[in-house]
């Protein structure tokens, strides 16, 4: 028991050297985000802010963020593990996006070419999720491409299609979401992709109290991926985002000039 302890307590103090070295380290700017903290996965590979190496990009510096068989964390209140998952995310750590509260959100998302489908393993490219709660809107990638999960109430409601699976890979996509966080009829959820707006839901957008953003690869389910293929791994995958800010207006969401 003692073991288990030290290692738990072990666990605990390299995540929050590896929180805050992203968030005092890492040089990006997240508009009115506050920081942001390694979810679960603490692999050196998992995470990186590089150079960007599509030449492409709206910022110099991007955020890879890499999956490999096996990466899954735990913590004292959960375990990827257990729970046929694994990941490679950035979670906001102050969750203050409170009912009433509206906001800008905006990230850039690459896709490599090379980047596996793995469905039906469902595999989550950025998502609100609720403090001591369920996540109330997930960007999933799944066999038809990249589409919203309407999961307000616990559960999928609808599907939202954002970017189809023949035009999703090897080049950048902006997504723009602009939200009024309500426990009530009285909130929005819009969604813009490349200008374009895919999504305009009026109604309540959460049912707990406060609201965060995690971004990077989240993939749950990995059995069903393992039994359809009749394998015991399911392909490393990884993914790029850039200039992911939060703001008050949309003109807050662009890049920063050099």
Known sequence: MFLNTEKRLLFSVVTLLLSLLVSSCSGVDNGSFGRFKRSLNTTSYGYQVIADPTGHAPVQQVEKFEVRPGDCGEATHWSDCANDRERSELSEAGKDNYPGDEYWYGWSLYVPADYPNIYPTKTALGQFHQQHSHPVWMFHHSKDGYFLDDHVFGKSRRYYPLIT???????????????????????????????????????????????????????????????????????????????????????DLQPEQP
């Open 165 to 251: 699976e023949a035009n999703l890979r090897g080049k950048w996509h902006r997504i723009e979401v602009h939200v009024k966080w309500a426990k009530d009829s009285n909130g929005l959820f819009q969604v813009w992709v490349n200008g374009k707006q895919k999504v305009d839901y009026k109604g309540q957008t959460m049912d707990a109290q406060r609201v965060y953003f995690k971004y990077g690869v989240y993939r749950a389910f990995l059995s069903r991926y393992k039994n359809r293929y009749h394998t015991h791994e399911v392909p490393t995958q990884t993914v790029y985002y850039a200039n992911v800010k939060r703001g008050y207006s949309r003109q």
